[in-house]
Nanobody
Framework: QVQLQESGPGLVKPSQTLSLTCTVS??????????WAWLRQPPRKGLEVIGY???????SYSSIFKSRTNISWDTSKNQFTLQLSSVTPEDTAVYYC???????????????WGQGTQVTVSS
């Protein structure tokens, strides 16, 4: 019954910050030992893990994105967010939020996915 849905602007200008929100329904993001993750898939490329925030509030980021990524949450709204700064056209991708019960490398155990949202970085 847990469902995730991404929301946010579909178009972002270069050098700006990409901001997305994942709204979780059917379960609390602060309970149990889950990892609430952001992933993306650029055109013609594979899935990339950006990072996650755990149900205890701990964040973890891929080394590739760590310097310009922030994942946070609003527990009152049962939402978690992604901010990716200094974007370039190479950040164009379908962005997904997801739930992972184990938090292993590459989010290998994702059991619930959002439907994904296209974000295009262009001037």
């Amino acid at each position: 019954q847990v469902q995730l849905q991404e929301s946010g602007p579909g178009l972002v200008k270069p050098s700006q910050t990409l901001s997305l929100t994942c709204t979780v329904s059917g379960g609390s993001i602060t309970e149990n030992d889950y990892y609430w993750a952001w992933l993306r898939q650029p055109p013609r490329k594979g899935l990339e893990v950006i990072g996650y925030i755990s149900s205890s509030g701990t964040t973890s980021y891929s080394s590739i994105f760590k310097s310009r990524t922030n994942i946070s949450w609003d527990t009152s709204k049962n939402q978690f967010t992604l901010q990716l700064s200094s974007v370039t056209p190479e950040d164009t991708a379908v962005y997904y939020c997801a739930r992972d019960p184990l938090g292993r490398e590459y989010c290998a155990d994702v059991d619930v996915w959002g439907q994904g949202t296209q974000v295009t970085v262009s001037s």
